[in-house]
């Protein structure tokens, strides 16, 4: 998990800085991409999130409050977004967002 600037808000990308998952193989990131790819969250949760959020307790890779992973949102932001690392997430948590992903991207 990193805090990550998503500045400026453009119609549903999330503004702000705010904690993300990286969602990308160390592949790419070995290549020098000047991008990468995330998937953010917010603290604003709803009830029965389906398969477009991943709800992570407080505490779980460094968050202070209780937030949903927004899986519908993944985006690529400029390497220069990223502000600094948080934590990490468990394992069981990481298998279930890849297994969501898969679902969203069809793979």
């Known amino acids: 998990m990193y805090v990550v600037d998503f500045n400026p808000r453009v119609k549903t990308k999330p503004g702000k800085l705010r904690p993300a998952v990286v969602l990308q193989s ?3 990131n070995e290549a020098g991409y000047p991008s990468t790819i995330v998937i953010p969250t917010t603290t604003k949760l709803v009830d029965n999130p389906g ?3 991943l709800r992570l ?4 890779g460094g968050l202070d409050r209780d937030s949903d992973l927004l899986l519908g ?3 690529a ?3 220069e ?3 600094h690392e948080i934590g990490v997430l468990p394992e069981n948590v990481m ?3 890849n297994r969501r992903a898969r679902i969203i991207l069809s793979l």
């Open 26 to 28: 160390d592949i790419v």
């Open 81 to 83: 977004s990223f502000r």
């Open 95 to 97: 298998e279930e967002l």
């Open 73 to 75: 949102q993944l985006i």
């Open 77 to 79: 932001v400029a390497n």
């Open 57 to 60: 307790r407080r505490g779980e």
């Open 51 to 53: 398969t477009l959020r």
